[in-house]
């Protein structure tokens, strides 16, 4: 299994920013893709942006376009999602994944279905 050290998260409100980050345990990031996805309450997990293996394609999901930014730091071994301008709607609880797979069309999936603990973040109005 391909798993990370997840931290950050946490309770902040409207507008404010947060940084959730993932460092890899006992793999080589720089030969994945990989993104980050979430689960809001009483919704099923969805996609929320993947970054390439190579960094030079990057997707995001129409709700956090223009607000969230993911980057894939290969020496570190991690990968972050910078979130800014947060709305209460984002908040749930995030997950990072390798070998994610950016199909044609903009949209990114996990076919090996391996999820964390995940980081709960909550944004309150």
């Known amino acids: 299994q391909l798993q990370f050290v997840e931290s950050g998260g946490g309770v902040v409100q409207t507008g404010e920013s947060l940084r959730l980050s993932c460092t890899s345990r006992?793999?080589?990031?720089?030969?994945?893709?990989v993104g980050w996805f979430r689960q809001t309450p009483g919704k099923a997990r969805e996609w929320v942006s993947c970054?390439?293996?190579?960094?030079?394609?990057?997707i995001y999901a129409d709700s956090v376009k223009g607000r969230f930014s993911i980057i894939k730091d290969d020496a570190a071994y991690t990968t972050s999602l910078e979130m800014s301008n947060l709305k209460p709607e984002d908040t749930g609880t995030y997950y990072c994944?390798?070998?994610?797979?950016?199909?044609?069309?903009?949209?990114?999936?996990?076919?090996?279905?391996?999820w964390g603990r995940g980081l709960p973040v909550t944004v309150s109005s």
């Open positions: 006992g793999f080589n990031l720089a030969r994945y893709a």
């Open positions: 994944a390798a070998d994610v797979r950016l199909v044609p069309g903009g949209v990114c999936i996990h076919p090996r279905e391996e």
């Open positions: 970054i390439s293996r190579g960094g030079e394609s990057t």
